[in-house]
């Protein structure tokens, strides 16, 4: 069941887009913008709801996303919500290797945090450190997410956390058991290639008792895609 929303844990839901042979981009990774309109604008919709919005280093370097709530219409309603305008951004880089140029660093609306793991070289965490409001070391070698998120609530008021990729960001959060709910959309395209990445994108290899069980809570057709929400079980 998810979790008790009072206690040290925000709740976590994933939003993503997939072909319908479960992938999220090409095998080469260049085409990643597949789904409709209406499913952009379900994202935002999404961000809507968020303390906080997440994403792995490598979904901010080969994309140009800012990780904001969009544009006025939809900070009115975060204000409606009784939240701030803008949500917090979060970027996952073990390696401190995110790209410093990207172009979620240059727009200033709302504070950005990187975590990151003591393997991470302390001349490129000075450089980010010039760039964000703050960069936490979480783990020696992988980050501890639970630990990562306890102090993203705790430090940042962080009680509903949006995390949008990419696969391997996805697997962790799945296999540290710390997603309530999966926003997923099937979109009428086959990428195909045995390389091309799917949602969860890790080198676990779980038994099928140690596999997460989703339980359907919602469907929804949009023309030709389907929109769907599962709880973590």
Known sequence: MPRNRKSSLPFVYVNFAITADGKI???????????????????????????????????VDLNPVTLGPGGRKYRKRRKGRRLKEYNLRVVVSGSGTVD??????KKKFSPIIVLTTERADPMRLAVLRKKVQDVHVCGKTEIDFKKALCWLKKKWHVN???????????????????????????CPTIFGGRGAPTLAEGHWKPKLFEATSLKLKSSRRVGDELFLVYRAV
């Open 160 to 186: 509903k956390l949006l995390c949008e990729g990419g696969g391997e960001l996805n697997d962790a959060m799945f296999r540290a058991g710390l997603v309530d709910e999966l926003h997923l959309t099937i």
């Open 100 to 105: 410093p140029d990207a172009k979620l660093f």
């Open 25 to 59: 981009t090409t095998a080469d990774r260049s085409v990643t913008a597949f789904s409709s309109r209406r499913d952009r604008e379900h994202m935002l919709e999404l961000r809507v709801h968020a303390d906080a919005v997440m994403a792995g280093a490598r979904t």
